[in-house]
């Protein structure tokens, strides 16, 4: 999967039309999120405590494979939404809150 990073791009969309470029960025990202296991990752990340998950921790809630979770916060992390932290052999992530606010802000009512 070919995935860009979401970088602050555009404003509101119900404030203003969008360009062709940004109406792709924004498409990438929400297309990203559209799987349920991503925003179930960004979820349970989200809500751990100390705002952080270990991948060895994110199996089992979501009853799938290291390798899959592996797979999709790789993508979540390429696309800047998760920061990954390398400690021992486990890898942590914690979501990239200024990149999530751009999606956020691209559909504010404003």
Known sequence: MDVQTIEPCCAPVM???????EAEQLAA??????D??????????????????????LTAPLDRSQPTISHHLT????AGLLEREQRGRWAYFRVAADRVE?????LALR
């Open 15 to 21: 404030q203003a039309a969008l360009s062709a470029e």
């Open 29 to 34: 990202a929400f297309k990203l999120l559209a």
């Open 36 to 57: 349920p296991i991503r925003l179930r990752l960004l979820s349970l990340i989200a809500n751990a405590p100390d705002g952080e998950a270990c991948v060895c921790d």
């Open 75 to 78: 993508a979540l992390t390429s």
């Open 102 to 106: 751009v999606l956020r802000e691209a």
